[in-house]
């Protein structure tokens, strides 16, 4: 069995206990229905801990590097300022680029940091709850974490709700050091992350591009490796 994220053993055991419960009930019907009920709880409970997988990635080493936050899809990289309930200052805002990553129910759900630095800013913004793949998502509720670099300079990523998925969970906190491809959190079912990259940074990534959280390298900081 896979590893399983610690946000999602709740939810196994909920399945558990319920598909028992309605294995027990079904069984006044006979044992074939015991059978057939227990079964597809089985299934449904397998399906739950593959779901909330969380597999073990290798994070590349190196300057500059910035990873995928999250498994999924590449759907727009654009220039575009950070979440305005940040307060980051405009100078700093100015020249940022978006990398937005959609999530499916088949992705691993957990959520890495980017790159390492300092947890400056933690917020929650409450918004709808628009498929996660649509433009509309823009507006979905979020949540944004601003990480320090070791310059100051922010690099933030934010974790949007979708349709389906309606949970977010983020266990960063301010002041806390984050080493890149860490584990920060996770959201249930189908989803959106989006990362944002200080001018500076080169994206070596485009639409359409499949990623892995914690090992797709997203984009290199040139002014930290001095290429390009």
Known sequence: MPPVAREGW??????????????????LAGPIAAAVVGGVG?????WCIWF???????????PGVV??????????????????????EPAAAQGMVRVVV???VFNVHVNRTPMGGTVKKVVTKRGGFAHAGKPDA??????????????????????????IARRIINRAKEGQQLRTGERYGLIRF??????????????????GDK?????????????VTGVG
């Open 190 to 207: 189908g989803s959106r992350t989006d990362v944002y990259l200080p001018a500076g940074f080169e994206v070596l990534v485009k639409p």
């Open 67 to 88: 990873v995928s936050s999250a498994d999924g899809v590449v759907m727009r990289v654009e220039p575009c300022l950070p979440p305005e309930e940040l307060g980051i």
């Open 102 to 104: 959609f999530l499916n």
């Open 10 to 27: 709740i939810i196994v055991v909920i399945f558990v206990v319920v598909a028992g419960l309605a294995a027990a009930l079904a069984s």
């Open 138 to 163: 823009d507006k979905n509720e979020r949540c944004s974490v601003w990480l320090a670099l070791g310059d100051g300079r922010p690099v933030v990523v934010t974790q949007l709700t979708g349709f």
């Open 211 to 223: 990623v892995s959280g914690g090992s797709t390298i997203l984009a290199v900081d040139r002014s």
């Open 52 to 62: 909330f997988r969380d597999p073990q990635r290798p994070i590349p080493d190196g």
């Open 42 to 46: 089985l299934l449904l409970t397998l």
